[in-house]
């Protein structure tokens, strides 16, 4: 079975441009949680879609919004880029919405902000 | 607040020896608890959860990791360290969908 894939793998941007990021989950999970991790704040949950719903959010600013499409394959977008929006962003699916299924992680895709 | 300690930075361990990558957590209520790996330039890889049961719970690679409920802890172990068990390790409390992730243990063994 196909693990989590993310696209792209790498992406350079300037302060105040948009982006979109994607994430395949594992086939037949339906739950897709975001993460941001940093060398200063570590790993922090952005939110969590379960059937193109947001049913969880962390606590980041509303610049950072995603989406759940009818495949589960699900987006973030990040807009008006900061420089500290530069991390690596992972994407976790998971067979059930919330209790004892465990995340698989994608590979993340690493965004740097010029 | 809900919160995760993995006190050492840095866990250092001859090849051959056990290791012990320690962890407390401070989550409201009885939370599912689970440990990561990750290599470098690389995602997370999943290696154990406690879920309710006999505290030691055992996962993948030889790891195993002992819950202590009136400590609130989850320290992972294994009785003999490889060289390619090298890796930052993240013990991390489920809350909700959440995984509340530490700071992170970088574990070094040397040959």
Redo the contacts between chains.
Sequence with gaps: KAG?TQTPRYLIKTRGQQVTLSCSPISGHR?V?W?QQTPGQ????LF?Y?SETQ??K?NFPGRFSGRQFSNSRSEMNVSTLELGDSALY?C?S?QA????Y???????TRLTVT | AQSVAQPEDQVNVAEGNPLTVKCTYSVSGNPYLFWYVQYPNRGLQFLLKYITGDNLVKGSYGFEAEFNKSQTSFHLKKPSALVSDSALYFCAPLLGAALIFGKGTTLSVSS
Excluded at chain 1, 42 to 45: A, I, P, R, V, Y
């Design positions: 989590v739950s949680s993460y570590g790993l922090q949950f969590e379960f049913r969880n962390g992972l976790a998971s919405n919330f209790g004892s465990e995340q698989y992680f994608g590979p993340g």
